[in-house]
T-cell receptor, first 115, second 116 residues
């Protein structure tokens, strides 16, 4: 079974631009979560989607948004990029609907650098 | 809100020896899950072991085991017979079982070095 696939692997943008990152979950997984990883703030939860609906949201500004498609693939978008948005963005998928003990499986991440 | 604390930013161990990584957490919930993930330089977060809070028995996975102390809110990871491939950043993570969703709260991480 293929793992979680994130594209692109690396991305360089300039301040003020916007960016879209993509995540394809493991086949059959309906929940997709996004995390931001930086040296200063560590791993922080952005949001989670399940069945095309945002189920949970972290404490990030409205410039960070996401969506999920009917095939469970997810995208996250960051508008008006700031230098502080430079980070590794990780996507994780899991199969469960309601609470369950199934762990999340992570992709390799997208390294976003803002110049 | 839940918090997870890993008080050891860095640890080192000799190959074939045993090392224990510490993790404490704070929560008012009684039902939750705890996880240890490792992140090698390749960046992918890999699940090492998980524990359900309602289970008193400590989880084990081959050379990896945990010491789960619910009352003390402590969840340490023991790696036995350490191997060079165990070198990585290790993250402790919490997930609620009382609210819907898969949201994980992570600790700051412990960088483990394995010396040959």
């Amino acid at each position: 079974k293929a793992g979680v696939t994130q594209t692109p692997r690396y991305l360089i943008k300039t301040r003020g631009q916007q960016v879209t990152l993509s995540c394809s979950p493991i086949s059959g997984h309906r929940s997709v979560s996004w995390y931001q990883q930086t040296p200063g703030q560590g791993l922080q939860f952005l949001f989670e989607y399940f069945s095309e609906t945002q189920r949970n949201k972290g404490n990030f500004p409205g410039r960070f948004s996401g969506r999920q498609f009917s095939n469970s693939r997810s995208e996250m978008n960051v508008s008006t990029l700031e230098l502080g948005d430079s980070a590794l963005y990780l996507c994780a998928s899991s199969p469960q609907g309601l609470n369950g003990n199934q762990p999340q499986h992570f992709g390799d991440g997208t390294r976003l650098s803002i110049l | 809100a839940q918090t997870v604390t890993q008080s050891q930013p860095e640890m080192s161990v000799q190959e074939a020896e045993t090392v224990t990584l510490s993790c404490t957490y704070d929560t008012s919930e009684s039902d939750y899950y705890l996880f240890w993930y490792k992140q090698p330089p390749s960046r992918q977060m890999i699940l090492v072991i998980r524990q359900e809070a309602y289970k008193q028995q400590n989880a084990t996975e081959n050379r990896f085991s945990v010491n789960f102390q619910k009352a003390a809110k402590s969840f340490s990871l023991k790696i036995s017979d350490s191997q060079l491939g165990d070198a990585a950043m290790y993250f402790c993570a919490y997930r609620s079982a009382e609210t819907s969703g898969s949201r994980l709260t992570f600790g700051e991480g412990t960088q483990l070095t394995v010396n040959p």
